[in-house]
């Protein structure tokens, strides 16, 4: 099966036909497609053997491609109220990014100062606080909130015990429950003792030091809290999205290569963006870095600081 595509005068496109055949061939790809395409002389071919185009129109990715243009729900939605509904999310959105923005510029963590200790052992410490994480009961948002309290907290200059890193993990992780989960979550010091076997004394002598080093400010906004705000401005809220989502997995699997990776000091908005970038790029969504996300952040795909992280995330992936 061939098909060809190529403007005439009736097909006035605004993107030139290298444009265009960048973002259908990654859609394709991203979407397990057997099409193989080619561009020459402004006209773009798509080939494939009869057999896999079949066995692919079957297929469950093929479902998941056409699912949101076949959507009945989006379709009985008026398109005034699908913009309506747009403008509302935007401004919640802006507002919250705004507050992320602050955070940032208050809290920017140096590098410069971190213990290069830790920096060696940054898988174990990233392992050690998953496991800790699951045994309080705590959520994946919070584990990372208190992945970044380490991180202030290792970059701070103060004088830090090294090798008793996993007993200031566990102190990071129980302050960042009581800043984000409601008192019921809290995990109670009897349980934490049992599960960490560190003595009640030096856990609130810990609690203490550790409050000391951040300034008794243990806000914290980690990269999956931005993400969900990203995606949350790309719609991901909406029923239709949850059936299919095909990134959010990835995406949770990523920022954990990146926590495990020696590379601290990046800002949550830009680890987020670059992360987004990464895998929608790979799953075949154009465009990978969308306008509404480029006008909310002021983030552009080929600017240099994101287009580094983003090189930086991908050589991860191949890891």
Not at 135 to 156: H, M, N, P
Not at 195 to 202: K, N
Request: include cysteine; hydrophobic fraction near 50%; glycine fraction near 4%.
């Amino acid at each position: 099966m061939v098909f060809t595509l190529h403007k005439s005068k009736q097909n006035r496109s605004e993107q030139p036909s290298a444009r265009i055949f960048e973002a259908v061939s990654l859609l394709l790809a991203g979407n397990a497609s057997p099409f193989a395409m080619h561009l020459f002389d402004q006209t773009i071919t798509l080939e494939a053997a009869s057999p896999q185009l079949t066995a692919w129109l079957r297929s469950a990715a093929f479902n998941d491609f056409v699912h949101i243009q076949q959507s009945q729900q989006l379709k009985r939605i008026s398109l005034d109220l699908l913009l309506s509904e747009d403008v509302a999310i935007a401004a919640r959105c802006i507002e919250a990014f705004s507050a992320v923005k602050r955070y940032e510029q208050v809290f920017s963590i140096n590098p410069a100062l971190c213990n290069q200790a830790l920096l060696a052992q940054r898988p174990q410490i990233v392992a050690l606080a998953l496991k800790y994480g699951a045994a309080f009961g705590l959520k994946d948002d919070t584990i990372y909130d208190a992945l970044q309290l380490f991180d202030r907290v290792s970059c701070s200059g103060g004088h830090i015990n090294v090798a008793a890193w996993p007993l200031m993990l566990c102190s990071c992780l129980l302050l960042a429950a009581r800043q984000v989960e409601a008192p019921a979550m809290w995990p109670p010091l009897e349980q934490v003792t049992l599960l960490t076997g560190f003595g009640t004394d030096v856990m609130v002598a810990m609690e203490r030091n550790v409050l000391l080093w951040l300034g008794h400010d243990i806000s914290t906004i980690s990269p999956m809290r931005v993400i969900q705000l990203y995606l949350e401005r790309l719609g991901h809220y909406l029923p239709d999205f949850k059936g299919i989502d095909r990134i959010t997995k990835d995406l949770q699997t990523l920022v954990l290569k990146v926590a495990c990776s020696p590379v601290v000091g990046l800002r949550p908005s830009l680890v987020g963006a670059a992360a987004l970038v990464v895998v929608r790029r790979a799953r075949g969504m154009v465009p990978a870095w969308p306008s509404v996300l480029q006008t909310m952040t002021d983030y552009a795909s080929n600017d240099g600081e994101l287009a580094a992280c983003v090189m930086h995330m991908e050589a991860l992936m191949q890891q």
